[in-house]
């Protein structure tokens, strides 16, 4: 389902459409600058579609966030291709540019610096490809690229600017002077005050002692304000403000937090590496000061980092530590966290009955909150077993207690997990209810990224239903949410229910396209298994569209991955697949 | 006319106004019109009459056509004689890491290869004995590394190039190899140079092109620091330097006194100073008419209003590139209105789509400028000169394109004319004089 676009950005659509339709088979590079990426996304479906209609052929092309470079990124793209280098008509899109981060992590350079460093010279570093390229940017890189990419803005053939369909929020700028809007702008009213308090308490503090140790409190408090607003850059800005003042006056603690806080934020957006060391940072200081409980919560971190891209055994390992301290010191709450957290790497693993145990281990916590949890996750294992009156029975008990408690969150996760149960079962009246609920309590309490979830499942729902015309708008809403909120990992989930969506619709080529854009994102963020799932669903598609020979090559990756994470049912599969195509 | 032959006519004339500059015969034959003659002119007489080791620095705004004068002057100086080797540093060295040594290892490399390139018969001992030393570095290891490495049947010159450009380790090799002893690398130029003339009765020109691309702090450690080392081959060879670099006072002295003369490709000015603010100064003729040529090479007369070339050609403050992407942005505009409504078969650039097209520009011009800057530009805009000429602001104003230096007898400066038309919108200068 296409974005509406608004007058004005029809207008630049049409600017850019007619300056790629008068390409001829030379450089030309052209900035297209949006900030909101489900319209970026509608406009490059729709000049992409176009042009294919006119034997143009799109490419599109992602730059590395650990190394963004214009000119590698087009090599690696070239060399995959070689049509790139024939007299074929093709436009090359450019995208992930207004995914770089502009704040410095471990690096002497941001990504975004790195990327303008990139461009310096671009005549002689881009005149071997004969092709026009339209480089995706948000405003603020975009700004950045005119600033400290002279060169290359200097050979710009065109800029093209399109609008946001929701206003950005006023970025925190902590100058005594700065000028406030009065009213927020943003639609989350529910946090957007606490911002804007925050904001203007620091302000205060500020212009008294810019100093102030009070600050490192404040701005971690206002990252997490930015957290739960989905503002994700903007969460991570803050909390590195927080770790450098903190380390300025030497607060150790307050840095360790800051720290950890910016490790969950990038885990947030699915950039599991750069969690990974910032988690490690955080962890080195709890160990230096000795505070062993944040220091357990570190190492739990660092295993859901590792769990997240596929480091099984080491996140194992990561559990085991936290576990240790957490039972040492009798903290009953970390601990069955760890205990559910080595649950979910054996179900990951496929090892079913050890990750039970666990679950069972932290059942016996007497704490309500992780009892819930435990419960929840005790009915995800038996769902996969098949095991669908049980996973119903925890699922129920577990909704007991976050509605004793007043878990709103857990509430409506577990509603959305009871409904995965009832399509299983085929029972499509209850499974929609129950989904419609948890949608309903994820908005309620603004919850965007729980609201993609129900929404996907909403989709996934439509289709057993064979509605799929509504599958598809649910599906996509979903993905335009999870892109807004820069969930990359659910992006690429959705991106997969898409793909099997029109799989089910004999609609392959739709389908591999919308595997192979989730690919590219698991192989970015590194998310393995999901990574041989789409691949083993790619080789599926490829299967039906007698591509025979990429299919088996599809079939062998995936096979790979899942060798390498020891996922047995999964190799299983595979070999099976490949079996069948010999 | 019907309406889809019209839209093709402005395709055309958009894929005409290329932004990357005249390099292919058939371009150069189609479009070029004589343009900066003078400056022409100039090189060639100031190379003629330089002595024989003569350096001189050749430095003009960003998009003012360097790249395309200095390919045309590479010809003409073959044709009188010379033995020109013209190259981009951007092809020899990695951009991050240009320095002194590598740049003169570059001109060592570029003349050889050119010379076994043009099949020039120095003597095969002469020549293994050159390429030899390119091998010999400080570290007798990574020496013998080097001849293990590179076997009969590779291109030597395109093999040690790749590496030059490619290997940290290399270029760090090459440079603690010449740190000290950089006279050595001089002159074994000047033999390779000695070898090139004695073969063919013609002395050697080295022009290196790219060189005002790189970083300010990369250009200000080269000429700061290492001017006389830099300089110190016994051949002419013309450095492009970035303007910036030469309105520095603190790097002015130095490269006065070191180089033989400078030579600025300077903007085509379409006033003189004391009209050029004025609400109908009197313009330069001939300037604007070579500008306005430029655009008839590339447009048909009937798609643009007369009226209108002089505007566009005036909007782009004479610089070049600047005046292509603005004759671009109007084709665009025709296109998309075209696009919109096709029976508009009457669709010219006229002063709407022009007006159009300054607004798109000037957004992008304002995108790169802080707001900080105004009060600096409103100050230069009355006086044609900075406050001073020192302030690194002012400096970073010329390398963007913001200031211009325009010359007479004296210099002096204007902001850009879409700058200009800002500063009016944002109520800096007072609200005359309009552009669109």
Not at chain 1, 89 to 94: D, E, I, Q, S
Not at chain 1, 204 to 223: A, C, K, M, R, W
Not at chain 2, 56 to 70: A, E, M, N
Not at chain 2, 175 to 193: F, H, P, Q
Request: hydrophobic content about 40%.
């Amino acid at each position: 389902m296409p974005t509406e676009l608004s007058p004005d950005n029809e207008r630049e659509f049409h600017r850019l459409l007619v300056s790629l339709q008068a390409i001829a088979n030379r450089l030309d590079l052209f900035v297209a600058i949006c900030d909101d990426r489900n319209v970026q996304a509608a406009v490059i479906e729709r000049y992409e579609a176009t042009l294919q209609k006119q034997r143009i052929t799109p490419y599109q092309v992602r730059l590395s966030q650990k190394r963004p470079s214009l000119r590698a990124s087009l090599e690696k793209l070239v060399a995959q291709n070689p049509k790139l280098r024939s007299q074929e008509k093709a436009v090359v899109t450019v995208l992930g540019g207004n995914e770089l981060l502009g704040v410095r992590l471990s690096e002497e350079k941001s990504e975004q610096e790195k990327f303008f460093f990139s461009l310096q010279w671009t005549r002689e570093a881009l005149r071997e490809f004969r092709f026009p390229i339209v480089v995706w940017l948000s405003d603020a890189v975009a700004t950045g690229v005119s600033q400290q990419a002279q060169d290359f803005w200097s050979w710009r053939s065109g800029v093209f600017e399109f609008e946001g369909t929701t206003p950005p929020l006023p970025s925190p700028a902590f100058f005594p002077d700065q000028h406030l809007p009065q009213e927020p702008s943003d639609p989350d009213i529910l946090t957007t005050p606490t911002i804007f308090e925050l904001i203007q308490q620091i302000s205060e503090i500020q212009q008294q002692n810019f100093q102030s140790p009070l600050l490192v409190t404040l701005y971690n408090d206002l990252g997490n304000a930015y957290r739960k607003a989905y503002k994700q850059e903007q969460a991570l800005k803050t909390y590195l403000q927080a770790t450098d003042l903190a380390k300025a006056l030497k607060d150790n603690p307050g840095q360790a937090k800051a720290l950890g806080n910016a490790g969950v934020v990038l885990y947030n957006s699915g950039r599991y590496e750069q969690a990974i060391t910032f988690f490690q940072q955080a962890l080195e200081i709890q160990r230096e000061i000795g505070t062993q409980n944040d220091e357990a919560k570190s190492l739990q971190n660092l295993g859901f980092a590792h769990c997240a891209s596929g480091q099984y055994e080491r996140a194992i390992a990561l559990y085991q530590q936290s576990l240790k301290i957490q039972r040492e010191i009798g903290d009953r709450n970390g601990e069955a966290a760890s205990l559910n957290g080595l649950g979910s790497v054996y179900k990951s693993l496929g090892q079913y009955e050890r990750a039970i145990d666990f679950y069972q281990q932290s059942l016996a916590i007497d704490d309500r909150n992780s009892e819930a949890n435990a419960l929840n996750n005790l009915g995800n294992v038996y769902r996969s077993l098949g095991q669908y009156e049980r996973a119903i029975d925890f699922y129920q008990r577990s909704l007991e207690i976050d509605r004793e408690i007043g878990n709103r969150n857990s509430e409506a996760n577990t509603l959305n997990n009871l409904g995965n149960v009832y399509a299983a079962l085929e029972q499509s009246d209850r499974m929609l209810a129950l989904y419609q609920q948890s949608l309903a309590i994820f908005r309620e309490i603004g919850d965007l990224d729980g609201e993609a979830k129900a929404l996907g499942n909403l989709g996934n729902a439509y289709v057993l239903l064979g509605q799929e015309k509504r599958a598809i708008n649910l599906l996509q809403r979903s993905l335009e949410i999870f892109r807004e909120i820069g969930d990359r990992n659910s992006e690429a989930i959705a991106l997969m229910g898409l793909g099997n969506l029109y799989a089910s619709l004999w609609q392959y080529e739709q389908a591999v396209d919308r595997y192979e854009q989730a690919l590219e994102i698991q192989h970015d963020i590194g998310t393995r298994d999901d990574e041989g799932l789409s691949l083993f669903n790619l080789g599926c598609a490829l299967e039906e569209l007698d591509r025979h020979y990429e299919a088996a090559e599809s079939y062998q990756q995936a096979l790979a991955i899942y060798k390498e994470l020891k996922l047995d049912h999964m190799v299983e599969e595979c070999e099976k697949a490949i079996a069948r195509k010999n | 006319m019907s309406s889809p032959n019209r839209y093709d006519r402005f395709v055309q004339a958009s894929r005409n106004m290329a932004l990357f500059p005249l390099l292919e015969p058939a371009e150069i034959e189609a479009f070029r019109v004589e343009y900066s003659q003078k400056t022409l002119v100039r090189l060639k007489q100031v190379v003629s009459s330089a002595s024989a080791n003569g350096k001189i620095i050749f430095s003009g705004h960003r998009g003012c056509g360097k790249s395309t004068l200095l390919n045309r002057f590479a010809g003409l100086m073959r044709e009188q004689g010379k033995f020109v080797v013209f190259f981009s540093i951007a092809d020899m060295v990695e951009m991050s890491d240009v320095n002194h040594i590598n740049i003169l290892y570059s001109i060592a490399l570029q003349l050889l290869s050119q010379a076994t390139r043009q099949r020039i018969s120095i003597s095969e001992q002469t020549k293994t004995t050159l390429q030899n030393w390119f091998l010999e570095t400080k570290s007798r290891t990574y020496t013998d590394q080097l001849k293990q490495e590179f076997s009969v049947g590779i291109d030597f010159y395109n093999w040690l190039t790749g590496k030059l450009q490619k290997e940290d380790t290399f270029r760090e090799e090459i440079k603690l190899t010449y740190e000290r002893r950089v006279s050595e690398l001089s002159a074994n130029i000047d033999r390779i140079a000695a070898a090139i003339q004695t073969v063919t009765k013609k002395e050697v020109l080295v022009i290196i092109d790219d060189l005002d691309k790189l970083d300010l702090p990369l250009v200000e450690a080269i000429y700061r620091d290492n001017i006389n080392a830099l300089f110190s081959p016994n051949i002419q060879v013309v450095f492009t330097i970035p303007i910036s670099v030469v309105r520095d006072p603190r790097l002015r002295t130095n490269l006065e006194s070191a180089c033989e003369r400078i030579v600025l490709l300077s903007v085509t000015k379409f006033y003189t100073q004391d009209q050029a603010h004025l609400p109908d100064g009197e313009l330069i003729l001939p300037n604007v008419e070579t500008l306005e040529a430029i655009l008839r090479k590339r447009i048909d007369d009937d798609l643009i209003e007369p009226e209108t070339l002089r505007q566009l050609v005036l909007l782009s403050g004479g610089v070049l590139r600047e005046l292509i992407r603005l004759g671009q942005e109007c084709c665009r505009e025709c296109m998309v209105e075209l696009d919109l409504a096709p029976d508009n078969s009457a669709i010219t650039i006229n002063a709407d789509i022009l007006a159009t097209a300054v607004k798109n520009i000037r957004n992008q011009f304002a995108r790169s400028l802080g707001s900080n800057l105004y009060k600096l530009l409103g100050e230069i805009y009355g006086q044609f000169a900075p406050p001073d000429a020192r302030d690194p602001d002012f400096l970073e104003l010329l390398h963007g394109l913001y200031v211009l230096e325009y010359e007479n007898d004296d210099l002096w400066y204007d902001l850009h004319p879409l700058i200009t038309d800002l500063l009016h919108r944002k109520k800096i200068l007072p609200p005359n004089g309009e552009f669109a």
